[in-house]
């Protein structure tokens, strides 16, 4: 019997390989988590517009929809946005749940090691995973929302929703959760990436500094909106309607919408 049978008989030619699936999904996982991350910061800017008065917000609304470029608002515009984003955050919330206790057992056990040790970063973690279970439910309504009424985007009609429709505590706890799910998700991305090496020191004052920020942000813009729809209410489901824009939008609204006053609209 030669050595090369003798070698097979016996097994030595198996290699044990390790999938390579669970590094693939932990990078998608985080790859998904970022652009989430990143989508939450420009949209509380766009949605912080309303700080720079009605007008202005009504203005970025309308940009979203084409308004300033497709001749018109396009509504169908913000519902594929709207799905675009659906669909990243039910990939992501896939992903993250393989790693989240599977039963109440592994949660106790879980729960009582992190009390032991004391670990921040653990503790951070427990604090990413209840956050994340309350988006499930929250981040998945406004969405719905969004694809549902994609034409309800303005100073008014968000104002109303706010106040009139007493939709406020649903966005502060939204607010409140999304905030600390997406902070604690970059620290912790940074964290494992090692990127941009820095300190975990640094970029956990970092992190604490960006949520404050955003938090306060939240709240102003919310503020904002419960005011405008305290002094609306009695007009409930009127829409905001700017008188004028300035120069520069007014050459990029449709033709009559805004005529320049005493000017000839540019070529």
């Known amino acids: 019997m030669s050595t090369s049978i003798l070698i097979v008989q016996s097994g030595l030619t198996e290699r044990l390989r390790k999938s390579r699936w669970p590094a693939r999904l932990d990078l998608l996982q985080s790859g998904t988590g970022l652009l989430l991350a990143l989508f939450m910061w420009v949209h509380m800017f766009f949605v912080a517009s309303i700080l720079l008065g009605e007008t202005a917000m009504w203005s970025v609304a309308r940009m979203f929809e084409g308004y300033f470029f497709l001749g018109g608002a396009h509504p169908r515009l913000v519902f594929g946005a709207a799905a675009g984003v659906f669909l990243l955050f039910v990939l992501h919330a896939l992903l993250a749940m393989r790693k989240f206790p599977g039963d109440y057992r592994q949660y106790r056990k879980l729960r009582a090691h992190v009390r032991a040790m004391r670990h921040e970063d653990s503790t951070l973690w427990i604090w990413q995973v209840y956050t994340g279970f309350a988006l499930f439910f929250l981040a998945s309504a406004h969405l719905y929302q969004m694809l549902a009424w994609p034409q309800n985007i303005g100073p008014y009609a968000s104002a109303d929703r706010m106040w009139s429709d007493a939709l406020w505590p649903f966005y502060l706890v939204m607010l409140l959760a999304v905030e600390l799910h997406g902070g604690i998700g970059l620290y912790r991305l940074a964290m494992k990436w090692n ?73």
Do not use: C
Not at 220 to 230: E, N, P, Q, V
Not at 246 to 251: K, S
């Open 195 to 267: 990127w941009p090496g820095l300190s975990r020191n640094f970029l956990k004052r970092l992190k604490w500094g960006i949520t404050g920020f955003f938090l306060v942000l939240g709240l102003m813009t919310l503020g904002a909106y419960m005011k405008i729809g305290f002094e609306h209410q009695a007009r409930y489901g009127e829409r905001y309607q700017p008188e004028a824009l300035p120069a520069w939008l007014e050459r990029l609204a449709p033709e009559g919408d805004f005529p320049l006053r005493g000017k000839e609209r540019a070529p």
